[in-house]
């Protein structure tokens, strides 16, 4: 099989697709829209005549919107959707016949088999009442069938439903609680986890809380994946980058932090907290255990939310190389949660776990 394989591309918003998809759905919405204000706004408004400028058009849209870029989704990615439709259209007009999308880091698409376990419990707890018929049994494992009822168990009325506790159901939160107090051997509370649909949207709401405006800087690490600088573009805040050295695999030295948040002190902006992607994204490095004591003295000096993106927990490549919490590291310095603000972010779409985050 012959694969067309792409890569990342630029560009959140291609502006050429957004205005296109502006401009069909622009009668639409302008009909719906002087519809119901003629209604509310004026009586004899049923005379009107339409106006003619579109409701919206990216030049009113929210500038804070169009100034996120998200690199995974762009130009690369609307050429291969186009070839893709080519090869649909008029098979064997290119000399590959399959694309494979590696902008987004789905292992699906590279054929990767799901867990099943994961797919049979979520199946098993959206729909209890097969869980009481002979064929179950057959069908599913004794393993994901017992994993839902304790589930099920945990969750008021025995079903999943649209809405649950704010934070997440409590019964699956204490289940994340004892996996991080059993990876760290450091107590864990359950009512410090936040269950969210991604950690993108954790992320999104840490930097909703912490900027209050454009005078608010949050330290990122460049390289960084680009849900950071989306985020702090969309939610108006100044993104301070501080640089990972390639010659030392991507290090990050605290005192080049420390240069940069001098630098943009000087401009007048109240840094509020440091991002580390650790397991770093895109540069796969590794921080040593010194090195992230360092980081968290260094948070703890100078007032800063520690940030630590820790999606990869489970992704590391090298023998030599281990994983450590930044919980964990924080802790065993002897710093409890009045000593650092600390938020970690880790994600079930890497294959593993739920979607949460944890301050602590
Ligand atoms: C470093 C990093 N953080 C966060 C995310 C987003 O995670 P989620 O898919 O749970 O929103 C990704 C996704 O690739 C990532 O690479």
């Known amino acids: 099989m012959r694969r067309f394989v792409i890569g990342r591309g630029r560009n959140f918003l291609n502006r050429s697709h957004q205005q296109n998809l502006l401009s069909s759905s622009s009668s639409h919405c302008q009909s719906r829209f002087l519809s119901s204000t003629s209604v509310i706004d004026s009586p004899s408004s049923s005379s009107m005549a339409p106006t003619s400028s579109p409701a919206i058009t990216v030049d009113s849209l929210n500038p804070k919107v169009l100034k996120c870029e998200y690199a995974v989704r762009g130009e690369i990615v609307s050429i291969a959707q186009r070839l893709q439709q080519e090869l649909q259209t008029n098979p064997g007009s290119h000399s590959f016949d399959e694309i494979l999308y590696c902008n987004i ?63 997440g159901i409590k019964g699956l939160r204490d289940t994340i609680a004892a996996g991080i107090e059993a990876r760290d051997g450091f107590p864990a509370d359950p009512n410090d986890i936040f269950l969210t649909d991604g950690a993108s ?56 932090v420390k240069k940069q948040l001098e630098a943009a002190k000087a401009k007048g902006i109240t840094v509020r907290a440091l991002v580390v992607i650790n397991p770093g994204n895109p540069t796969g490095q590794v921080l040593a255990e010194e090195n992230q004591r360092a980081i968290v003295d260094f948070c703890k000096k100078e007032g800063l939310v520690l940030l630590a993106d820790e999606v990869y927990q489970e992704n590391v490549y090298v023998p030599e190389k281990k994983f450590h919490s930044f919980k964990k590291v924080s802790r065993s310095m002897g710093y409890g949660e009045k000593d650092i603000s600390l938020v970690s972010f880790q994600s079930v779409s890497k294959g593993r776990y739920f979607h949460f985050f944890s301050k602590w």
């Not at 292992?107 to 098993?124: D, H, K, N, W």
């Not at 393993?143 to 009325?157: K, V």
């Not at 930097?207 to 209050?212: A, N, Y």
């Not at 969309?234 to 010659?247: C, I, K, Q, R, S």
């Open 201 to 256: 949207p954790a992320v999104h709401m840490m930097m909703q809380l912490l900027i209050r405006s454009e005078n608010d800087g949050i330290l990122c690490p460049i390289p960084q994946y680009p849900l950071y600088s989306a985020s702090i573009a969309l939610h108006g805040g100044t993104l301070v980058p501080y640089y990972l050295d390639e010659a030392t695999g991507w290090g990050l030295e605290t005192s080049e």
């Open 105 to 167: 880091g789905n292992p699906q698409s590279l054929g990767q088999q799901p867990i099943t376990f994961f797919r049979e419990v979520l199946a098993l707890c959206d729909h209890p009442s097969i869980l009481d018929r002979s064929e179950t049994q057959g069908l599913f494992s004794a393993d994901s069938i017992e994993r839902a009822w304790q589930i099920l168990d945990q969750i008021p009325g025995r079903a999943t439903g649209a809405y649950s506790h704010s934070q």
